[in-house]
């Protein structure tokens, strides 16, 4: 059964694990935290790079499987663990709403934010995968203030995990605009008991590196 496999969680802090972190502890699985430490160069070993040869986080293994890539990450163990009830099965009709929106952060709302935070505008826009800023920002707005309470509907998904932890991030940051649709949608994203448990475990590490 592909549940029995053993996990093994990449993680290192602060970084986009965190998103991976939570997962886990929504779905309530047992694994195993390989924490690297990127200031020591534990991401560049070689036996780091056989499994994620840019030398990134987060990966996971499970079994003999490599998966890396957060939204990937995500939507594999959804699949894997399917008696949490996080991802809609594959003959579901809202299957397709569902990757829409779980893949729309890596692919579409993150190239906007790198752009917005380096202040980089293409003088052709068709070629940004997000179009433009002003393009995306209602589209965003209009998915997140539909949720009621979550993305698709009454039921939390991955979708919530991938999107939700990168709408914290653009607003913790302040790329994203502040806005009551955003801050609801934390808001009901930080009383999950799983993102709890995993910014607890986090913390000290956090702090260690902002203590530097
Ligand atoms: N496309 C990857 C990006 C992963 C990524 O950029 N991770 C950063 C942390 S947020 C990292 O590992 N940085 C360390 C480094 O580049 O050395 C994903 O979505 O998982």
């Not at 399917?82 to 709403?97: Q, S, V, Y």
């Amino acid at each position: 059964m592909i549940s029995d496999r053993k996990l093994t969680f990449y993680h290192a802090i602060p970084s986009r694990s965190s998103t991976v972190h939570w997962m886990l502890h929504e779905l309530g699985i047992e694994f195993d935290v390989k924490m690297l430490d990127f200031r020591k160069g534990e991401g560049q070993t070689s036996e780091y790079l056989a499994i994620n040869p840019l030398g990134k986080v987060p990966t996971i293994v499970h079994g003999d499987t490599v998966v890396t890539e957060a939204a990937a990450i995500c939507c594999y163990l959804a699949d894997a663990y399917p008696e949490a009830g996080l991802a809609p099965a594959a003959d579901d009709p809202i299957r397709g709403e569902y990757l829409r929106w779980l893949f729309f952060s890596p692919a579409t709302i993150e190239p906007a934010f790198i752009d917005r935070v380096r202040q980089y505008e293409a003088e052709d826009c068709s070629q940004n995968s997000y179009r433009n800023w002003e393009t995306l920002m209602p589209i965003l707005l209009d998915v997140v203030g539909k949720a009621d309470p979550w993305v698709l509907g009454q039921k939390f998904t991955t979708v919530d995990v991938v999107l939700g932890a990168t709408i914290r991030f653009g607003c913790m940051f302040g790329i994203l605009p502040k806005d009551p649709v955003f801050e609801a949608y934390i808001v009901r994203i930080d009383a999950r008991p799983a993102y709890q448990r995993a910014q607890e475990l986090d913390a000290p590490y956090f702090a260690a590196a902002m203590a530097g």
